[in-house]
């Protein structure tokens, strides 16, 4: 999206691109008041679209913040559990925990 | 808020670990301290970690809710329903454990179900939503969270198996064929 001049002339072209079928298409709008107004109407939506991306990004980054707890609790259980089971008198065997014979 | 578990509880897992360690390649005497240090430290670190786990819940309903007292108090009663259905009658400190981290894991299910609900959801303007790598974030974490999810749910179900004293239940058919 952006203002064009042409290499004579001295009149500014305003030119959207979007996208169709996968593919970038430049929309040829004008020049004079209607694609000024076209022009601010494209500013605001980029901002808007700005604005809700940092919203949303915002949002997750309070949830990955909220949900840190969970790697402490992820590491507390795993060492206990394998401390636990090793006390028991299991041992791991390909992957596995198997009770140790005779304990 | 200060979710992180206190350095002597790191320091009190970092000695089982590095116990573990030795008692899992051999060493009798490592096994012999595990069972004592274990003996000693397990109850802090359950206490700890459960307290850590309970305030982490609640963060995550106060998220999932946005503010709507209603919506926690469901949230809170499925939790504790759920955390008293999945411990069972008489859960060992582990199992404790254990349930805190599913049930931390399913809310933070629900509060990414939530973001992705509120993003593909058709009363949302098109000029609201996010771009689709967004949303692939997202689902990509969700993914993440529901394998461990899983697999937290398999460890209880492994741990409870093992503490049994009692084997699995085996099946042998026998066909004769003479």
């Known amino acids: 999206m952006g203002w064009e001049s042409r290499e004579r002339g001295t009149r500014r072209y305003y030119t959207r691109s979007r996208w169709v079928d996968g593919?970038?298409?430049?929309e040829y709008v004008g020049s004079g008041p209607a694609a000024e107004i076209a022009a601010l109407e494209d500013e605001y939506k980029r901002q808007q679209r700005e604005e809700e991306a940092a919203f949303w990004k915002e949002e997750k980054e309070r949830l990955e913040a909220r949900a840190a707890f969970l790697g402490e609790l992820a590491e507390a259980s795993e060492v206990l559990l394998r401390a636990h089971l090793l006390a028991s008198g299991f041992h791991k065997h390909k992957g596995q925990w198997r009770r140790k014979c005779g304990s | 808020m200060d979710l992180e578990l206190p350095k002597d509880v790191q320091d009190k897992l970092a000695a089982l670990q590095a116990l573990s360690e030795k008692?899992?390649?051999?060493?009798?005497?490592?096994?012999n301290e595990l069972r004592r240090v274990l003996r000693e430290s397990a109850p802090e670190i359950v206490l700890r970690a459960?307290?850590?786990?309970?305030?982490?819940?609640?963060?995550?309903?106060k998220t999932v809710a946005a503010n709507n007292p209603l919506t926690e108090e469901a949230l809170m009663a499925r939790l504790d329903l759920m955390h008293a259905d999945i411990a069972g009658p008489d859960p060992s400190p582990l199992e404790i454990l254990l349930v805190k981290r599913i049930c931390s894991l399913w809310l933070l299910i629900e509060a990414l179900d939530m973001l992705v609900n509120a993003q593909l959801s058709s009363n949302l303007p098109r000029e609201h939503r996010t771009g689709m790598s967004f949303l692939r974030d997202i689902l990509k974490w969700q993914e993440n969270v529901s394998r461990r999810y899983l697999a937290a749910l398999k460890t209880l179900a492994q741990i409870r198996k093992l503490q049994s004293n009692?084997?699995?239940?085996?099946?042998?058919?026998?066909?004769?064929?003479?």
């Open chain 1, 23 to 26: 593919q970038v298409v430049r």
């Open chain 2, 23 to 31: 008692a899992e390649n051999g060493d009798k005497e490592a096994r």
């Open chain 2, 50 to 61: 459960s307290d850590i786990g309970r305030r982490g819940q609640w963060a995550l309903i």
């Open chain 2, 166 to 178: 009692t084997p699995g239940i085996q099946y042998n058919t026998q066909i004769n064929l003479r």
